[in-house]
């Protein structure tokens, strides 16, 4: 079918695209490497010093970058179809914030990865309740009341922050800001967010008429045979988990689920069905891409990542905001 | 012939008003029931408390003999289907997925529309006049060009009973004519019951078997179009003045300036 082999062709340009960024991100940094190079290094062939690069060093990392940037892509387009807003995204409304104060609170505790990405999920789902809460009252989500509630939420955990780092200062306090920032040079290869990350594309599949039905409103899905409550709430949990997963990966990267689905619905349209995928895929592609220059632009200082996608975002928000005036 | 939709003693529930008086009816196969009533008279409340998206304050509603209350949204779908008054399209969208979602109710999770679905969804942008705009984009289409494709959307549905909050919206003369006359042969020859809310008089008298006039104060009268189309019924009903003509296919009224008896 003509829709069928449309979805496919993006998907596998989007695909060989972002396979192109993770061999490019391998290859640049303080000592370039050739193609070849890496390649011999995956297969376990080639130099030490090659091999240490690649395979200890720049590719988890690139790894960890592709998986947080699908996973924030994913986040903004599932909260964009449940607010019916394309100004959603986890962290302007705050939802990066709760998940990181959660991560931050493990992480003072001591305690292990697990508990760090259990905590940061528990933030997140605080912050969204709060959020999506207040800012539902009685009446209909307006998109100003929205955006102001997430706002203010957001600068609340940012001043949570501070106020936890300057009452348990320690040695690992500037590395701990940069996470904040969104910073990928601590990220080491772990499985978490790649799980997170196909769970829910896959999810996404069974959801996804369901979620394009949802976008013409909760009145009409109902109509069309939606269980407009638990869609909403699964949605809830869903955005919440694939938030936490991407904040205790990379902290609060912002942005990225606001860039990457807005420009792929111009391009692709809004079928869930092939958004998410497409997100997935495409949000990766931008972390990567992202974090290999916010890694080499000044080297051999880093910048951290979030610094890049939110000169990216911040322009790309105002714009959307300005166009929405009625 | 067994009723499609069973109302008993169902009040309904408005914010800020007194309870209003209880409607019991029976809508069969091949009605079409006309809501009248003056703005804020309940009638788009009454339409979605029938589909199962508002609580009543009393009574039941029962499809095809069964409660609707407590049914997974889905079956309800597949029972019934409305068009609403207004169409909020939050995102972009062409003409063809619009229609396509009429079909949801009957797709599994991870069924993909078949070349079936899309000749349903063709097919009724064919009926609506909207086939040659199937590749637009929703934003971009005209309010009655809107209206049309949200029929289309319910054609495609293709339910056994039909709910549509003021269908003729913003809809030219003919377009008006060619939506009611699809309505008058899907319920006369297919089986299909509708019931709709009407401003306009004369088309709700032209086109509906039955009628439910809804007051401003909850009271409510209803019965077979003959019965109920009295001109001092329609002026109490609006406070507006009316004259009586009589035409070959019934009685029509006409605004008089002044305030109805």
């Not at chain 1, 030490?48 to 988890?60: F, I, K, N, S």
């Not at chain 1, 599949?205 to 869609?231: D, E, H, I, K, T």
Request: glycine share 12%; hydrophobic share 50%; charged share 15%.
């Amino acid at each position: 079918m003509k829709a069928g082999k449309r979805a496919f062709v993006t998907l596998v340009v989007l695909a060989g695209t972002a396979v192109a960024a993770v061999l490019a991100s391998v290859m640049l940094g303080s000592v370039r490497l050739a193609p070849a190079e890496v390649l011999a290094a995956f297969f376990g062939q080639g130099g030490d010093l090659a091999r240490t690069l690649v395979l200890e060093l720049r590719l988890p990392r690139t790894l960890a970058a592709f998986a947080t940037g699908g996973l924030l892509a994913i986040a903004g387009a599932l909260m964009q179809v449940l607010l019916r807003n394309p100004l959603a995204d986890p962290y302007v409304l705050g939802i990066s914030g709760g998940a990181a104060v959660g991560a931050l609170l493990a992480m003072i505790a001591g305690l292990s990865l697990g508990w760090v990405s259990g905590s940061a999920f528990a933030g997140a789902m605080l912050s969204t309740l709060i959020v999506f809460g207040l800012a539902h009252g009685t009446g209909s989500w307006t998109p100003t009341r929205l955006l102001l509630t997430g706002v203010v939420v957001a600068a609340g955990w940012g001043a949570v922050i501070t106020f936890l780092l300057a009452v348990r200062p320690s040695p690992e306090l500037p590395g701990m800001l940069y996470w904040l920032m969104g910073d990928l040079s601590q990220a080491r290869g772990s499985g978490l967010p790649w799980l997170v990350l196909l769970m829910v594309v896959v999810l996404g599949l069974p959801l996804g008429r369901s979620l394009n039905v949802l976008a013409r409103g909760p009145m009409q899905a109902a109509v069309l045979g939606v269980s407009v409550y638990r869609l909403e709430w699964a949605v809830y949990l869903l955005a919440a988990v694939v938030t936490a997963a991407a904040v205790t990966t990379a902290g609060t990267v912002g942005f990225v689920g606001l860039i990457v689905p807005h420009m792929l619905r111009l391009v692709i349209g809004n079928d869930q069905r092939l958004l998410i995928p497409a997100a997935a895929l495409a949000g990766g592609l931008l972390l990567t891409l992202a974090d290999t220059v916010a890694r080499t632009v000044i080297a051999p200082q880093q910048l951290p990542v979030g610094v890049i996608t939110a000169m990216l975002g911040v322009p790309l928000f105002l714009f959307l905001l300005y166009r929405s005036r009625t | 012939m067994n009723p499609l939709l069973t109302v008993e003693g169902l009040v309904l529930a408005i914010p800020g008003r007194a309870r209003g008086m209880a409607l019991d009816c029976d809508i069969r196969p091949g009605e079409c029931w006309g809501l009248l009533g003056p703005n804020g008279a309940g009638k788009t409340t009454l339409l979605q408390t029938l589909a199962g998206l508002r609580p009543a304050a009393a009574g039941r509603i029962l499809v095809d003999g069964y409660d609707l209350h407590g049914w997974p949204r889905r079956r309800v779908a597949q029972r019934l289907g409305l068009v609403f008054q207004d169409h909020h399209d939050g995102f972009p969208s062409t003409v063809l997925e619009t229609a396509l979602i009429g079909r949801h109710p009957f797709l599994r999770a991870w069924d993909v529309e078949s070349a079936h679905d899309h000749e349903l969804a063709q097919r009724a942008l064919v009926a609506m006049d909207l086939g040659d705009l199937a590749q637009r984009q929703v934003q971009t289409l005209s309010g009655g060009e809107r209206q049309r494709l949200a029929i289309a959307t319910l054609l495609t549905q293709d339910p056994p009973l039909w709910l549509l909050d003021e269908p003729t919206n913003h809809l030219d003369l003919h377009h008006q004519v060619a939506v009611l006359e699809r309505i008058r042969r899907e319920t006369r020859e297919r089986g299909k019951a509708a019931i709709m809310a009407l401003h306009d008089l004369n088309l709700a008298a032209t086109y509906c078997t039955h009628l439910v006039l809804m007051y401003a104060d909850g009271g409510l009268c209803w019965g077979e179009t003959d019965a109920v189309f009295h001109v001092p019924a329609l002026e109490r009903l609006f406070g507006q003045a009316l004259a009586r003509i009589d035409t070959p296919g019934g009685p029509w009224v006409r605004p008089l300036p002044g305030p109805g008896c």
